[in-house]
């Protein structure tokens, strides 16, 4: 005859069965509806009907924040988080929220991304992410499965909203569990590699400078060569250094000047000052520090040889937002699990869990884009890479609500 537990080890036994179950269910958690998947179909057909708002002459989107177009795909997206099964309300930011209930008393998981643009932009950046998440809600609901975290599907506005009102739309560190973006690529890393779904190891950071090259103005036809104090020349060199400096140092930093001013700007004058940026961006920030003492120096050399000087203003900072490597390691497992390739990489580009990292664990996922094009009305990604991209963050999702963050 089988022997029968006492009340206190059966009591004891079963609270560790279920404190067990609660901490490491994800042990569990693989084997609810392996075969589940969103509906392919239904979420091309929600990114298409988005594009027609703002569409532009050559094909892309013109929904700049809070524009008549983005203000219509805002209440075509409400239409569908509602159809989804989602309590859909509007924060004083003009976030769009969509909520769904979970079992247990937790704080919510949070998922999306963005839908507006910047001027002739593509129809990728940002609805990919918006989409794919009402349709992960849509496909919980329609099968039933109510996840122990309550969901936020959650698509971000550009808009600053009420400044009397906005401390009731903000969140504290605590008061999310985890946030999951799906996004493409916007660059042609995947593509390249051949590997179906990025698992973003961070967002990187960001610093700029103003940088100003002082020379002398002069005649350009009176002055000999070897008497000049050319700002502008100086300013070329600099700008070679720059990229120079960015190729040989190993790393994945990446180094900019995207503008540059001379004055007075007269094809038969010397320029007398010059005025360019600089950006630097990498996932550490002490990189990007030492790029930029590194590219100092090469100012200060450069302005020794042509009789000019370098004087730099930093006036932007945005600090890097590493994702969190429990998530990583669900992307990536999950990602094998669906018999995708996977391929670890940083986001160069700034996302709206770069700002959500500063409060909760974060993990993003990207898809490929083809060519690397992006902000333009070239961008694209195939169809399948997108539905790809959607079941990843489907079982992704899954499997962060097993956990306790």
Do not use: C
């Amino acid at each position: 005859m089988p022997r029968l537990l006492s009340r206190r080890v059966f009591a004891e036994t079963a609270v560790a069965a279920i404190g067990a179950f609660l901490v490491w269910p994800s042990l569990l958690r693989s084997d609810v509806a392996p075969q589940l998947r969103i509906r392919a179909d239904r979420i091309l057909r929600h990114l298409r009907g988005l594009s027609e708002f703002g569409r532009t002459a050559a094909g892309g989107a013109g929904r700049v924040a809070f524009s008549d177009a983005d203000k219509a795909a805002r209440e075509y997206v409400l239409g569908l988080m509602s159809v989804a099964g989602l309590e859909t309300t509007v924060d004083v930011a003009a976030n769009l929220v969509g909520r769904r209930a979970g079992s247990l008393d937790l704080p919510p998981l949070m998922f999306g991304s963005h839908i507006d643009s910047v001027p002739e932009g593509g129809n990728y950046d940002g609805p990919v992410g918006s989409v794919s998440a009402i349709e992960v809600a849509q496909t919980l609901a329609e099968e039933g499965i109510q996840t122990r975290h309550p969901l936020e599907v959650v698509i971000f506005s550009n808009e600053e909203g009420d400044p009397d009102r906005l401390a009731a739309a903000r969140r504290e560190p605590g008061d999310i569990a985890a946030y999951l973006e799906l996004h493409v690529e916007q660059g042609g890393i995947l593509e390249s590699r051949q590997a179906e779904i990025g698992v973003v190891e961070g967002i990187v950071g960001i610093k700029r400078w103003s940088v100003t090259v002082t020379g002398f103005a002069n005649h350009a036809g009176t002055t000999p060569m070897d008497q000049r104090r050319d700002a502008l020349v100086a300013a070329a060199e600099f700008i070679r250094a720059v990229s120079r400096t960015a190729r040989d140092v190993p790393g994945r930093h990446v180094a900019t000047v995207g503008r540059i001013q001379a004055e007075p700007g007269a094809p038969n004058v010397i320029s007398g000052e010059v005025t360019l940026s600089l950006e630097i961006r990498d996932l550490e920030m002490e990189r990007i520090d030492q790029l930029f003492t590194m590219m100092e120096e090469a100012g200060a050399r450069i302005g020794a040889e042509t009789g000019t000087t370098f004087a730099f203003d930093r006036f932007y900072v945005s600090r890097a937002a590493p994702t969190d490597e429990r998530i990583r390691s669900i992307i990536e497992r999950v990602t094998r699990e669906l018999s995708l390739s996977t391929l670890r990489m940083p986001s160069g580009a700034g996302h709206d869990a770069q700002s959500i990292a500063r409060l909760a664990p974060v993990g993003m996922i990207f898809v490929p884009s083809v060519r690397g094009i992006s902000h333009s009305p070239q961008e694209f990604s195939w169809p399948r890479d997108i539905v790809n991209g959607a079941n990843v963050l489907l079982h992704t999702l899954l499997n962060v609500d097993s956990r306790r963050w």
